[in-house]
């Protein structure tokens, strides 16, 4: 079945650490993108990728980095810049394609800083 | 900027009732889409409905249906017949149209109890 694989499900990451959390998807979507979601603001949008090798920061990118070399992978780095990780990361995709096509969701990455 | 606001943080209803969750939006396009997702405490977001701008008639999709005022830019879910299943946080969001890769903008949700 086709959808988007985030992983791992937890993760605990300490001070001063960089951590890299997955986002693979089989729907040959082009689009991908990473959401944080925090207790009462809603998701927040990190980076995007609109193609292969090219992505744009969102609202929160800072101490965030992410890369797109294969059209099936968009991992984010969480860097030590980052004060306040702790929080659930979604992971997107959208196909590129006219209409009101809907994002389609992994089912999230709990970064708890220990 | 496109925003998404969502006025009500909590709710709550009756098992068999009707809910109504509200959404209002600014934007200067005439042309995007709207979504109502539903997530529940597997944290899994899952499309509840969605509405294209250009088009009058609100969307329905069995118990759920959506009050579209474009000139009010208000987007309304209607829940009919609530079952406990429903019980879920749920985000408006909105896309615009112009490109096919346009992010998703989203609310910041409002959660949905169902009292048996």
């Known amino acids: 079945d086709g959808g988007i694989t985030q992983s791992p499900k937890y993760l605990f990451r300490k001070e001063g650490q960089n951590v890299t959390l997955s986002c693979e998807q089989n729907l040959n979507h082009d689009a991908m993108y990473w959401y944080r979601q925090d207790p009462g603001q809603g998701l927040r949008l990190i980076y995007y990728s609109q193609i292969v090798n090219d992505f744009q920061k969102g609202d929160i990118a800072e101490g965030y980095s992410v890369s797109r070399e294969k059209k099936e992978s968009f991992p984010l780095t969480v860097t030590s810049a980052q004060k306040n990780p702790t929080a659930f990361y979604l992971c997107?995709?959208?196909?590129?394609?006219?209409?009101?096509?809907?994002?389609?969701f992994g089912q999230g990455t709990r970064l708890t800083v220990v | 900027a496109q925003t998404v606001t969502q006025s009500q943080p909590e709710m709550s209803v009756q098992e068999a009732e009707t809910v109504t969750l509200s959404c209002t939006y600014d934007t200067s396009e005439s042309d995007y889409y709207l979504f109502w997702y539903k997530q529940p405490p597997s944290r899994q977001m899952i499309l509840v409905i969605r509405?294209?701008?250009?088009?009058?008639q609100n969307a329905t999709e069995n118990r759920f249906s959506v009050n579209f005022q474009k000139a009010a830019k208000s987007f309304s879910l209607k829940i009919s017949d609530s079952q406990l299943g429903d019980a879920a946080m749920y985000f408006c969001?909105?896309?615009?149209?112009?490109?096919?890769?346009?992010?998703?903008?989203f609310g910041p949700g409002t959660s949905l109890s169902v009292i048996p």
């Open positions: 969001a909105y896309r615009n149209s112009k490109t096919s890769y346009d992010k998703v903008i």
């Open positions: 997107a995709s959208i196909k590129a394609t006219q209409g009101a096509s809907e994002a389609f």
């Open positions: 509405q294209e701008a250009y088009k009058q």
